[in-house]
Nanobody
């Protein structure tokens, strides 16, 4: 079974930090790139960050560059999103998604396109940043 499970969301004040986890099962991180997306109420889903072990590449949205860091732990088959200096506009449900053979990442489309073409999705974890 292929499964992605997000965790680590919660309520934090502006300027604070959270670390999200995406635990993958049924495949290895050598076979898929993992991307983080987020969706706020009334907003389009947007890409946040992507990571690929097979091509040793990461990518970030401009809106989170310098504040968020994506990383992977192969032994735990888990991808993390460290979020620092959180802003109220970061409030959203955060999802992780898997990109078979890192096809979208290699094509420069891991973050753009709203996640179209991603092969698997988690159920999401809510991040709320208060003013």
């Amino acid at each position: 079974q292929v499964q992605l499970v997000e965790s680590g969301g919660g309520l934090v004040q502006a300027g604070g930090s959270l670390r999200l986890s995406c635990a993958a099962s049924g495949f290895t991180l050598d076979d898929y790139a993992i991307a983080w997306f987020r969706q706020a109420p009334g907003m389009e889903r947007e890409g946040v960050a992507c990571i690929s072990q097979s091509v040793d590449t990461t990518a970030y949205a401009d809106s989170v560059m310098g504040r968020f860091t994506i990383s992977a732990d192969k032994a735990k088959n888990t991808v993390y999103l460290q979020m620092n200096n959180l802003k109220p506009e970061d409030t959203a449900v955060y999802y992780c998604a898997a990109d078979w053979k890192s096809q979208l990442l290699v094509a420069g489309a891991c973050i753009t396109g709203g996640g179209l073409g991603m092969d698997y999705w988690g159920a999401g974890t809510l991040v709320t940043v208060s003013s």
